[in-house]
């Protein structure tokens, strides 16, 4: 394996240039589970959801959810599958909404199940290549650690660990400080490489999702795992403010 087929390696690799109807969490099986709890199913009806065709991911060939990159005046987005947009259409993820915004595309490299370590990656190797105009970041989870397992990135979290991994995540998770200085030397890594070529870079983290005002009501997407188009929305519009 090239040292740039390992830099630019991350989980949606296996679906290049591939449009599919279900993805991740967001999948068919968990689907019909929820339509079976009365609860369930009637938070999809309200959403919208029923219809198993109001969601498509259509993949690049680089294995992100977005077209073809070209040279186009645009923007970099980076997270996590808040960002690459799992049980929603791509047209309401906060990207695209921040996109609409800014009046500038805004190519989306988020990649569900990433973590911190595989934004600085991705950064690294795209920020020379797009060029873009402005970098914007929704910080995941900082109980997440990537690591290359037999020349394979993998991200860890609580809720996906190897079994023959289990041991090295146990240890690197019991002292939160590891966790801390993860966060803090990528998003100042990040802030290095952006800083060099004077490109604006911001971030936000992914708890900012979770918070709406009092006059709004939180949603769910499809998978009812991740938020909806409300929180979407008003995340691209504190981005923006920040912008």
Partial sequence: MSDFDIVTRHCNDQFRSITQLWHSSDSLERFEKNCNDLKKQAILERSG????????????????????????????????????????????????????????????????????????????????KINPKFVVFCVPSRSRVEIFDRGMPVSLFPEFVPAHLEGFYKHWAIDETNAKILKRKNLLAMQYLCDRTNITFRYLDHSELWKLDNNCRPGWARDLMHCGVEQQTMFAQKMYAVL
């Fill in 49 to 128: 959801w029923m219809d198993p065709d109001c969601i498509s991911y259509k993949f690049n060939s680089f294995g992100f959810r977005d077209e073809e990159f070209d040279d186009r005046p645009a923007g970099l987005a980076l997270g996590c599958s808040h960002t690459q947009g799992v049980g929603l259409p791509e047209s309401v993820v906060w990207p695209r909404i921040l996109s609409s915004l800014t009046g500038t595309h805004i190519w989306n490299l988020g990649v569900a199940g990433s973590g911190i370590d595989t934004a600085f990656r991705l950064l690294d190797h795209w920020l020379p």
